[in-house]
């Protein structure tokens, strides 16, 4: 660095630092990183996430993706998941309302507390279908406990791109 180098590569930067120092090495980084090329290399994803404004994955010498984080998170998936808790739903009817929806490819119940259906929508539109499926549940007398969208972790489309070659 005594050269004042274009591009840096660290290597796991932030290896066996505690929480307080992984913060400043990280404040550092993005400082440097508005001036220099950074490239950074490590196997802690949620550490690239934080860090980075771009990801490359690597797979036996092959770049397997590219973008920023939430292009990489929407580019992998290729389903998305909607999960909801309904109160005063029953699940026969909840299958038969949001299943017909445009866009929603399946329904599978998860694990529901008493008097509460908690289900999962599979949607294979690239659309978010929030809007529609928060419409229909208003036209109902469900009360809306959880209503979220599962978003992928970089873990997961690692694992899916570098096991599936």
């Known amino acids: 660095m005594m050269k004042d180098p274009e591009i840096l590569i660290f290597d796991e930067p932030t290896s066996g630092l505690d929480?307080?120092?992984?913060?400043?090495?990280?404040?550092?980084?993005r400082k440097i990183g508005k001036e220099k090329t950074i490239i950074l290399s490590t196997h802690i994803l949620s550490e690239a996430e934080?860090?980075?404004?771009?990801?490359?994955i690597i797979n036996q010498g092959k770049i397997v993706a590219d973008g920023n984080t939430e292009s990489l998170k929407q580019s992998a998936s290729g389903?998305?998941?909607i999960h909801l808790?309904?109160?005063n739903a029953d699940l026969a009817t909840v299958e038969k309302e949001l299943g017909a929806l445009p866009g929603i490819s399946g329904i599978s119940k998860t694990q529901g507390d008493e008097g509460i259906v908690r289900?999962?929508?599979s949607c294979r539109s690239d659309d978010d279908l929030r809007a529609q499926v928060y419409g229909k549940i208003k036209k109902t007398d469900w009360i809306l406990i959880e209503f979220y969208r599962e978003t992928q972790s970089l873990e997961n489309i690692f694992q899916k791109l570098t096991l599936e070659s």
């Open 50 to 56: 934080a860090t980075c404004d771009r990801i490359v």
């Open 79 to 81: 389903e998305v998941l």
């Open 119 to 121: 289900v999962k929508l």
């Open 19 to 29: 929480p307080n120092q992984i913060i400043e090495i990280r404040e550092i980084i």
């Open 85 to 87: 808790a309904l109160k």
